[in-house]
């Protein structure tokens, strides 16, 4: 399973991108990266899935170098509700999955 | 709606007192999973089943014991809690992993 690493926890102001990178060296040709968002103590929720190059949907974008070693969830104009753990996660479809400790994002006013 | 569902959301007990937390999906999902979550430690895998009578073991298996007799319901029993088995608990299923769904969480305090 590859080893994903982010950092412990950012700051960002209401109404500006967050750019949040996730480095996974090891990453498997069939492998998958994925970020969830979790609430405190609530249940993850999934946000974005990508193999590679970009991915967007209506809460955010993905964006994966031709490399694989590195991904980067960019959230637009967060606000408030926007504070919580976001999660990377890599893995081939395998049900042992690793969540790590994440990255905690606080948006202030 | 679709959903996963657990219960209680919230327990107190004491050591060594058998309990079962309930999980069931309404979404026909075959892959099922329990994790736990502990301040510092982030969320860790229990046990998972990719189907109806096919469970293994996740990295923190010790303490607990699972069966997926249905393909709708896997319940997580505690045959003798201890107080490190403090912590929240979250369900989880997923048609097509690593896209899983988790539940609201259940509140574990063993004393």
């Known amino acids: 399973l590859a080893k994903t690493t982010q950092p412990i926890s950012m700051d960002s102001y209401e109404g500006q991108e967050v750019n949040i990178t996730c480095s996974h060296n090891?990453?498997?040709?069939?492998?998958?990266i994925t970020w969830y968002q979790q609430f405190p103590s609530q249940g993850p929720r999934f946000i974005i899935q990508?193999?590679?190059t970009k991915v967007t949907n209506e809460v955010a974008s993905l964006f994966i170098p031709a490399d694989r070693k590195s991904s980067t969830l960019s959230l637009p104009r967060v606000s408030l509700s926007d504070t919580a753990v976001y999660y990377c996660?890599?893995?081939?479809?395998?049900?042992?999955?690793?969540f790590g400790k994440g990255t905690k994002l606080s948006v202030i006013p | 709606e679709a959903q996963v569902t657990q219960n209680p959301r919230y327990l107190i007990t004491v050591t060594g007192k058998k309990l079962t937390v309930t999980c069931s999906q309404n979404?026909?999902?075959?892959?099922m999973s329990w994790y736990r979550q502990d301040p510092g430690l982030g969320l860790r895998q229990i046990y998972y089943?990719?189907?109806?009578?096919?469970?293994d073991k996740g990295d923190v298996p010790e303490g607990y014991k699972v069966s997926r007799k249905e393909k709708r319901n896997f319940p997580l029993i505690l045959e003798s809690p201890s107080p490190n088995q403090t912590s929240l608990y979250f369900c989880?299923?997923?048609?097509?992993?690593?896209?899983?769904?988790f539940g609201p969480g259940t509140r574990l305090t063993v004393l």
């Open positions: 990508g193999y590679k």
């Open positions: 996660l890599v893995a081939e479809g395998s049900y042992q999955l690793t």
């Open positions: 979404m026909n999902h075959e892959y």
């Open positions: 989880a299923s997923s048609g097509r992993a690593p896209t899983q769904y």
């Open positions: 089943s990719m189907n109806v009578e096919v469970t």
């Open positions: 090891n990453i498997a040709t069939n492998d998958y």
